[in-house]
T-cell receptor, first 114, second 107 residues
Framework: EPEVTQTPSHQVTQMGQEVILRCVPI?????FYWYRQILGQKVEFLVS????????KSEIFDDQFSVERPDGSNFTLKIRSTKLEDSAMYFC????????????FGPGTRLLVL | KNEVEQSPQNLTAQEGEFITINCSYS?????LHWLQQHPGGGIVSLFM???GKKKHGRLIATINIQEKHSSLHITASHPRDSAVYIC?????????FGTGTSLTVIP
């Protein structure tokens, strides 16, 4: 069964460093999403992406964050100048044609900023 | 404000019990999602609803658009159902999540 994959599964970085989290969505899906979940807190929407541009973004998704689909398969989240409070689990998801279709989640990347 | 409230926060049930988890939201939606988060952190989408009722195996999800309320029911609960169940509402391409209901089913 097709699945969303994410790499790395864990990432430790120093405060102020840049990180890139990678996702490979399901191949025929057209909508892509990033979410984060700070330990012990609820899942938060970051951004949705369609047709090579941001469709929606939350207040959390400020200039520190960017997303890109550099090729036909990868979908990346870049966090510039990481802060301690960026430590969280980051989930990628994808869905078929419409934004409100069932989303398929990746296993997540656990980011720890020291 | 795009609030999503879930109740209860925590729920412990005996195997075989019928379980209901509730979700209320404050403003209109495009769709309402029910998700399951396993103890290891992985998230699985259970249902996406915009009206009525959906059933998948022992899981049933209902939504009342007028009352801005949705419920997730689990029949004949089993210890493997133990997980956090999350309600999320979609508005356009934005999503707002509840804090989740932590379910433990005891054998």
């Amino acid at each position: 069964e097709p699945e969303v994959t994410q790499t790395p599964s864990h990432q430790v970085t120093q405060m102020g460093q840049e990180v890139i989290l990678r996702c490979v969505p399901i191949s025929n899906h057209l909508y892509f999403y990033w979410y984060r979940q700070i330990l012990g807190q609820k899942v938060e929407f970051l951004v949705s992406f369609y047709n090579n541009e941001i469709s929606e973004k939350s207040e959390i998704f400020d200039d520190q964050f960017s997303v890109e689909r550099p090729d036909g398969s990868n979908f990346t989240l870049k966090i510039r100048s990481t802060k301690l409070e960026d430590s969280a689990m980051y989930f990628c998801a994808s869905s078929e044609a419409l934004g409100q279709e069932t989303q398929y989640f990746g296993p997540g990347t656990r980011l720890l900023v020291l | 404000k795009n609030e999503v409230e879930q109740s209860p926060q925590n729920l412990t049930a005996q195997e075989g019990e019928f379980i209901t988890i509730n979700c209320s939201y404050s403003v209109g939606i495009s769709a309402l999602h029910w998700l399951q988060q396993h103890p290891g952190g992985g998230i699985v989408s259970l249902f996406m609803l915009s009206s009525g009722k959906k059933k998948h195996g022992r899981l049933i999800a209902t939504i009342n658009i007028q009352e801005k309320h949705s419920s997730l029911h689990i029949t004949a609960s089993h210890p493997r159902d133990s997980a956090v169940y999350i309600c999320a509402k979609g508005t356009g391409n934005q999503f707002y999540f509840g804090t989740g209901t932590s379910l433990t089913v005891i054998p």
